[in-house]
């Protein structure tokens, strides 16, 4: 129960962050942040490992001669790409959020795994007093 806490309260400040970061790279329909589902999904995925850091470098990148994006987009901006995403990335906070995310995931899983394996151990002890 506290991991899929964890995941929708990063979903929904990955909304927050990256909803506008211009769709490239691994990222495609599904695998985005423009809403809250599409995050939770995607979220999912990255703590599966599934090729996190290649959407993390995406979401990160910043404007650039081989990035074409618009820093602090506006509407009329969005308006003008035809309703898709514009906007550009930052790896600071890009980083720091794909860390303590995958930190914590890691915490919680590891918590799991320890709580199988004394279980297991347990259960193993009293069948044979």
């Given at each position: 129960m506290l991991m899929f806490l964890i995941i929708y309260i990063y979903a929904v400040i990955g909304t927050n962050l990256f909803a506008d970061v211009k769709m490239q790279g691994p990222m495609h329909e599904y695998l985005n942040f423009q809403k809250i589902a599409l995050s939770y999904l995607t979220l999912i995925r990255v703590s599966s490992g599934e090729s996190w850091i290649d959407l993390m470098n995406a979401l990160g990148k910043e404007k650039g001669e081989f990035n074409d994006c618009v820093e602090n987009p506006s509407y009329e901006?969005?308006?003008?790409?035809?309703?898709n995403p514009v906007g550009c990335?930052?790896?600071?906070?890009?980083?720091?959020?794909?860390?303590?995310?995958?930190?914590?995931?890691?915490?919680?899983?590891?918590?799991?795994?320890v709580a199988i394996i004394l279980n297991g151990y347990l259960e193993t002890k009293s069948e044979t007093e």
């Open positions: 901006d969005y308006v003008a790409a035809g309703y990335g930052n790896y600071l906070i890009t980083y720091i959020f794909f860390f303590t995310y995958l930190m914590m995931i890691t915490l919680v899983f590891l918590n799991l795994f």
